[in-house]
């Protein structure tokens, strides 16, 4: 068995429908069995894939990421059904069908990735919402800072007069 490279996982999740997949064709290479026969295996446990664990592509999607990836279409000998999206709950379910050793170990490896995405997501989320108070703290400085230089361009202007604040004697 090839050692199985976290960025080549990585290259295989897509954002389809706002969620996190991959396909069975990426599945199945990784598995080292054919897409059919993953198919196959998954139609016979229907029952343990409900939609938001798997869901077939729509032919509009199935061609954007044809165009995007340069995949053979169905009239020249490629693929003549629409493609399979696993979600990471599918992919998990995917090792209680798939029996093999290979298969835990690409589970093993595939769950590690999607969690590591997890994480980053996380700190990706914080660090924005850290960088959106300091530009709330800047945009306030930047007031403060706009005011000083306009009392010191008015200090510098003979033109206009400064403003007097307190008690003016009669002359």
């Known amino acids: 068995m090839k050692l199985i ?3 080549f996982v990585e290259s295989k999740i897509y954002l389809i429908r706002e969620r996190k997949v991959m396909l069975d064709r990426d599945l199945a290479e990784l ?8 198919n196959r295996a998954v139609r016979r446990n229907a029952a343990r894939f409900p939609e938001d664990f798997m869901f077939q592509l729509t032919a509009q999607e199935a061609e954007f990421l ?16 629409l493609p399979y ?12 069908v798939l029996k093999s050793e290979r298969a835990i170990q690409v589970n093993i490896a595939i769950m590690r990735v999607f969690s590591q995405l997890k994480e980053t997501l996380i700190r990706r989320q914080d660090l924005a ?3 959106g108070e300091l530009e709330e703290r800047v ?11 306009n009392a010191i361009k008015q200090l510098i202007d003979p033109k206009k007069p400064p403003s007097r604040i307190g008690f003016r004697p009669k002359t």
């Not at 995007?68 to 059904?81: A, D, I, K, L, M």
């Not at 999206?85 to 209680?96: I, N, R």
């Not at 945009?139 to 000083?148: L, R, V």
């Open 5 to 7: 490279v976290k960025e």
């Open 31 to 38: 598995y080292g069995v054919e897409t059919k026969a993953l």
């Open 66 to 81: 044809r165009c995007q990836f340069g995949t053979s279409s169905s009239s020249y000998g490629g693929r003549r059904y």
């Open 85 to 96: 999206a696993f979600t990471e709950q599918g992919v998990a379910m995917l090792s209680s």
């Open 129 to 131: 919402t850290k960088l």
């Open 139 to 149: 945009d306030t400085h930047d007031i403060k800072i706009q005011a000083i230089f």
